[in-house]
């Protein structure tokens, strides 16, 4: 017990005061992805993503665009949507991982992967990960 008082008492201290938290913790995006290449093992790197919104008010049921980015070399997108742009809709993420592929001279068999998804109550906070392989993929809701 004295060894975890004492780490504790060094860890309040002044020096260990400017550390952040993780980019996905802080407040900034209500919607995050991660997009992990489970073939390396590592994030995937520079990944095209773009982010779509079809309004439940749109009988036309088209897919607005609202954002476009690549994966950094944590496998995020910072930013994503902005807490003013984020309502209860259907969205879209879709990755273009055959230019990812690519890159690395890997074949894969799918060339792009569609993630959609609704979102009810967009105070929420809404993690969309995604596993991704050369010749598969998953998806769930993180947190």
């Not at 809709?89 to 990812?100: G, L």
């Not at 993690?127 to 809701?141: A, D, E, K």
Request: hydrophobic content about 30%; cysteine-free; glycine content about 4%.
């Amino acid at each position: 017990m004295e060894r975890i008082a004492l780490l504790s008492s060094h860890l309040q201290h002044k020096k260990f005061q400017h550390v952040l938290p993780h980019p996905a913790m802080s407040k900034g995006s209500p919607l995050t992805t991660h997009v992990l290449d489970t073939a390396t093992g590592r994030p995937a790197t520079s990944l095209a993503i773009h982010l779509y919104r079809r309004d439940s008010n749109d009988s036309s049921e088209e897919w607005h665009h609202l954002k476009f980015g690549y994966t950094n070399t944590d496998g995020r997108v910072p930013n994503l949507i902005d807490t003013e742009k984020f309502i209860p809709a259907v969205y879209k993420m879709h990755f273009d991982t055959a230019a990812y592929f690519k890159q690395s001279s890997t074949e894969g068999f799918y060339p792009y992967v569609e993630i959609v998804f609704e979102i009810k109550d967009p105070a929420q906070h809404y993690h969309v990960p995604l596993l991704l392989s050369p010749y598969g993929y998953s998806t769930y809701r993180g947190s």
